[in-house]
């Protein structure tokens, strides 16, 4: 791990922490407020009831409240509390913010009571001079009070999505990053070998005229046109690619052929293709032959020169799948997704780049999967390649 990437990885730890701070302070300061504002309000609550027991305190009935332009003006006007005013029976007197509907229903009415004893204690109101008659304020919090509860919530919400977003944006501008510096790479790759191979056809020209076994100046030249193969394939990397119909038959059989010639005597080789009906799929036949190369080659390197790998093509209505199945050392389950990831390998030498490239051309490019459909330690591995199938017009 280089000191750039250390650096990216404790940048990101501090702005998600910073996030996290911050959160927690907006929650702890807007829980301050909120228990400021509700002990205002019970301190209101206060007020109402020691003014309603001093305006009526003079009463000689002891049992009817004095209603007054000023008692209405204490408790009402301007005010955002909802309550219930009742008397020692439960009776609705007074209320301020609650529906009539909840007032005319006994059931409804009773709920309410019980929710305001909840978040208030209840405030008992005497008068007269017997204290055998009093009222009761339910009252509950305010419109105000209930937002400032619920607002570092929607705080913590808005910080963790910022937080979220910019670690997705971060990562995407790094990936971007990187995919350029491997398309770049590609393509610098296929420039560096447009030479060499252009010279290579010259002197196989050459090797045709003269007196040499023309056998093996045949399979120089199939080697070579496999080498212009591979520099096409890598000028296509991060290029317009066109899919056209072809028959999967026909492009997996050209690369089982290939190597067949160029495996081990102790590996053998098989495949169906060729003996079952003919199935078609939209395909760019130079990437998709370098998926079914490497696949292939991964299942002989798997073999360590001895085995077998065969090669299996079935469908079915809308997809066409393609299996290469080897007899090798097998994946361990944990790695089954990690071998796709680039620069993952379990090889001693390689870049883990053949499999990464192999899903990119097959999920971003054909619009197929490819995974390991089933692999076990010392009997072998099946990777899957599965596309949407195409028919003939």
Known sequence: MNIRRILSFRNRIAFIAVGVILGV???LYTNSLARTLREKEQHNVELWAHAMERLNRDVLSGTIM???PLVDDLISNNNNIPFIITNENLEVISSHLIPEEIIDHPDRLRRQIDKFTKENTPRQVRFGWTNRHYHIIFYGHSALLKQLYYYPYVQIFVIAA???LAFVAFRSSKLDEQNRVWIGLAKETAHQLGTPTSSLLGWIEY?????VDQTAVEEMNKDLAHLMKIV???????SETPLTPANINEVVGGSVMYFRKRIPRNVTLDYNGLAIAPVEAAINVALFEWVVENLMKNALDALQGHGAIEVKIASDEKHVTIDVKDTGKGIAKGNWKRIFEPGFTTKTRGWGLGLSLSRRIVEEYHKGRIFVADSEIGKGTTFRIILKRTFEG
Not at 232 to 238: A, E, N, P, T, V
């Open 232 to 238: 096409d394939r890598f000028s296509k990397i991060g």
């Open 66 to 68: 004095v209603q007054t």
């Open 207 to 211: 090797l045709r005229s003269q007196d």
């Open 25 to 27: 302070l907006s929650l």
């Open 162 to 164: 910022f937080v979220l």
